[in-house]
């Protein structure tokens, strides 16, 4: 049995999350069915990094053992059959021991908003037409950077061992009209990212002080965070492996 690490790219707006589940459509469904449409046996895939309903990744990952000698070609019929808003990017020969998950170094996230109406935005990134203050902004961004317990900003009933999160990256940044939220860490909790946005985006507004953030940072209790950011504004950008357990 060989592993490889699957690659893939998709606009999360018609599926039900990342992982297979009951209520509805998922990228794991489509792609375990594309996979058994083309080598007529079932696929046992693990993914890297769950996605929630409706957000987007221009990377991510799931891995699978197979006898089959993966080639280029595999990736084009894949393509063929998959849905036109998922894209497999690339498939790569990995040490037998390799986890797509617990293997990651990192991950990276970019959360979009824009002010003005715009009908190519509206499935990846969020209107938002107030007025917000840049520099505040900019200013409860990198406080973000001096903490890691971020249980205020984990969603209920979440089945975590540690609230605990090494932040290497966080800010904002204006690129072609939008407003980009950039993110990197460990690991993130569920939630996590749109909560941060949404509560960072209260503070630019004036409904809340920095000191505030600070307080629902601290108090380690989600009913103080504002989690209103809806899931097509984010997008899974990067996650990053030690290149030693590629072949």
Same mark, same amino acid.
């Given at each position: 049995?060989?592993?490889?690490?699957?690659?893939?790219?998709?606009?999360?707006?018609?599926?039900?999350?990342?992982?297979?589940? *009951?209520?509805? #459509?998922? =990228?794991?469904?489509?792609? &375990?069915?594309?996979? +058994?449409?083309?080598? %007529?046996?079932?696929?046992?895939?693990?993914?890297?990094?769950?996605?929630?309903?409706?957000?987007?990744?221009?990377?991510?990952?799931?891995?699978?053992?197979?006898?089959?000698?993966?080639?280029?070609?595999?990736?084009?019929?894949?393509?063929?059959?998959?849905?036109?808003?998922?894209?497999?990017?690339?498939?790569?020969?990995?040490?037998?021991?390799?986890?797509?998950?617990?293997?990651?170094?990192?991950?990276?996230?970019?959360?979009?908003?824009?002010?003005?109406?715009?009908?190519?935005?509206?499935?990846?990134?969020?209107?938002?037409?107030?007025?917000?203050?840049?520099?505040?902004? *900019?200013?409860? #961004?990198? =406080?973000?950077?001096?903490? &890691?317990?971020?249980? +205020?900003?984990?969603? %209920?009933?979440?089945?975590?061992?540690?609230?605990?999160?090494?932040?290497?990256?966080?800010?904002?940044?204006?690129?072609?009209?939008?407003?980009?939220?950039?993110?990197?860490?460990?690991?993130?909790?569920?939630?996590?990212?749109?909560?941060?946005?949404?509560?960072?985006?209260?503070?630019?507004?004036?409904?809340?002080?920095?000191?505030?953030?600070?307080?629902?940072?601290?108090?380690?209790?989600?009913?103080?965070?504002?989690?209103?950011?809806?899931?097509?504004?984010?997008?899974?950008?990067?996650?990053?492996?030690?290149?030693?357990?590629?072949?």
């Amino acid at each position: 049995m060989q592993r490889y690490f699957l690659e893939l790219a998709y606009k999360g707006t018609a599926y039900s999350g990342f992982q297979i589940q *009951d209520t509805g #459509a998922t =990228i794991q469904s489509a792609l &375990t069915g594309a996979l +058994s449409t083309i080598f %007529r046996t079932e696929f046992q895939l693990t993914g890297s990094s769950r996605t929630d309903a409706g957000v987007h990744a221009a990377q991510n990952y799931f891995h699978f053992d197979t006898d089959f000698d993966i080639t280029d070609k595999h990736i084009y019929n894949l393509n063929a059959v998959l849905p036109k808003d998922i894209a497999v990017k690339q498939i790569s020969r990995v040490k037998p021991d390799a986890h797509c998950r617990f293997d990651a170094l990192s991950r990276s996230y970019c959360y979009s908003i824009y002010r003005f109406k715009d009908p190519f935005l509206t499935d990846t990134a969020w209107l938002y037409p107030f007025a917000i203050d840049r520099a505040v902004l *900019d200013q409860v #961004a990198a =406080i973000i950077m001096q903490y &890691t317990d971020f249980t +205020s900003f984990s969603k %209920r009933n979440t089945q975590v061992k540690t609230f605990n999160c090494s932040i290497e990256l966080s800010h904002w940044i204006a690129r072609d009209g939008l407003l980009l939220y950039e993110v990197k860490s460990n690991r993130f909790l569920r939630g996590m990212i749109r909560g941060l946005v949404a509560t960072m985006l209260k503070v630019a507004r004036g409904s809340i002080s920095v000191q505030d953030f600070r307080n629902i940072i601290e108090a380690k209790d989600c009913s103080m965070a504002d989690f209103s950011a809806p899931a097509h504004g984010l997008c899974l950008t990067k996650v990053a492996f030690p290149a030693p357990i590629f072949i």
